[in-house]
C-alpha cells in the first residue's frame, strides 16, 4: 500500500491526526479537512515533520458547498481517492431532560450528516480506485448507551450508515467498516467543554483505566492501525463489519474485577 491518496476528516487531532501520521509515514498522500486554524496549528506544532506534507484544508463536514469544493480540488489534484475515513465529530453531554433540539440537532448533523455528504459527494473519486475503502470512526457509545443520548444516537446510526453502505458499495468494489473505540485520551471532551477543568479530566481517565480488561485507556495509535489496516488491501475481504477497539471495555462486567 503505497503512494495512495486518502480523505481524513477532523484530520487536525486526536485519532484523525494519528492516523494521518501513519499513513504518511508510508508514504501516501493525505487530504484532511477541519474547521478551525488554530488546531492545525496545534497539530502541525505537535508534529512539526507534517508540514507541507498533508493537504489541511478548512471547512465543516456539514456545509454540502464545502464538500462540493474540496471535491473538485481533490478530483484536479489527485483524480482519485483510495481511502475515506469519517473521523470528524463532535461531543456533548446530556440526557433527553437535559439536551435542547439544537444540541442535538448539531450532534446528528455532524456526527451522522457529515459523513453522509463526504461520502456521497465523494464517491466517484473512490470508485476510481477500484478496491477503495470507507473507515467510519464509530465508538463503543453507539454499541450500548454511553453518557451522552445524542452522542450514543448518532454513533448507532453510523454503524447502520457503514452497513447499508457496505452492501450498496460492494458491487464497486467499495469496502465501508465501523471502527468503534472506547476511551481514547484526545482533545475531544477538552474541547468540547465535557469537563470543567483539565484535572477533572485527568481524575476520570485515571478512573476510567480501571475499568477497562486491559487496564488502561486507549492511545490514538491503538486506533490508527486499525483503521490503517481496513484502509490496506490486506483487509480486502471485510466489509459491512463493526469494529470495537476498545480494550475489552465492551466485554467488562461486575465479574472481572478492576484492574489497579
Ligand atoms: N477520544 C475518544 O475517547 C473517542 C472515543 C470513541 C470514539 N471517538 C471518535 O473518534 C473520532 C475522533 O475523535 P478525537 O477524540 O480524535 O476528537 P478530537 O481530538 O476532538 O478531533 C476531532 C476532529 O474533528 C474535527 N471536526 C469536528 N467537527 C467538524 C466538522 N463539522 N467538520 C470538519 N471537522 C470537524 C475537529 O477539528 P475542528 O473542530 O477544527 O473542526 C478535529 O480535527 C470521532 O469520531 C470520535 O467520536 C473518540
Redesign the pocket.
Known amino acids: 500500500m503505497q503512494n495512495k491518496i486518502f480523505l481524513i476528516?477532523?484530520?487536525?487531532?486526536?485519532?484523525?491526526l494519528e492516523i494521518i501520521g501513519q499513513l504518511v509515514s508510508k508514504g501516501h498522500k493525505v487530504v484532511s479537512?477541519?474547521?478551525?486554524e488554530e488546531?492545525i496549528k496545534r497539530a502541525l506544532n505537535q508534529f512539526p515533520a507534517l508540514e507541507g506534507k498533508v493537504d489541511f484544508n478548512i471547512?465543516?463536514?456539514?456545509n454540502e458547498d464545502d464538500i462540493k469544493s474540496l471535491f473538485e480540488q481533490v478530483k484536479n489534484k489527485y483524480g482519485v481517492v483510495h481511502g475515506l475515513v469519517n473521523?470528524?465529530?463532535?461531543?456533548n453531554k446530556g440526557t433527553i431532560e437535559t439536551i435542547s433540539v439544537e444540541e442535538w440537532t448539531n450532534i446528528l448533523d455532524?456526527?451522522l450528516t457529515?459523513p453522509y455528504i463526504v461520502a456521497k459527494t465523494f464517491l466517484p473519486l473512490l470508485k476510481k480506485a477500484d478496491g477503495a475503502s470507507i473507515v467510519n470512526?464509530?465508538?463503543?457509545?453507539g454499541l450500548k448507551p454511553g453518557t451522552s443520548l445524542a452522542y450514543s444516537v448518532s454513533?448507532a446510526g453510523l454503524d447502520m450508515f457503514t452497513k447499508f453502505l457496505a452492501g450498496d458499495l460492494g458491487p464497486y468494489n467499495i469496502r465501508v467498516n465501523s471502527v468503534n473505540?472506547?476511551?481514547?485520551k484526545?482533545?475531544?471532551h477538552l474541547?468540547?467543554k465535557i469537563f470543567d477543568d483539565e484535572q477533572s479530566y485527568l481524575n476520570m481517565l485515571k478512573n476510567a483505566a480501571s475499568r477497562y480488561p486491559i487496564g488502561r485507556v486507549g492511545t490514538?495509535g491503538d486506533i490508527a492501525s486499525v483503521v490503517e489496516y481496513l484502509l490496506s488491501d490486506k483487509a480486502s475481504w471485510i466489509t459491512g463489519s463493526i469494529i470495537p477497539v476498545d480494550g475489552g471495555i465492551m466485554v467488562e462486567n461486575d465479574l472481572i474485577p478492576p484492574k489497579k
Request: proline fraction near 5%; charge should be positive; aromatic fraction near 2%.
Open positions: 476528516t477532523g484530520g487536525s487531532s486526536g485519532i484523525g479537512f477541519s474547521r478551525s488546531k471547512g465543516s463536514t456539514t473521523n470528524a465529530a463532535i461531543l455532524v456526527n457529515g470512526i464509530s465508538s463503543v457509545a454513533k473505540p472506547g476511551l481514547v484526545t482533545h475531544i474541547d468540547n490514538p
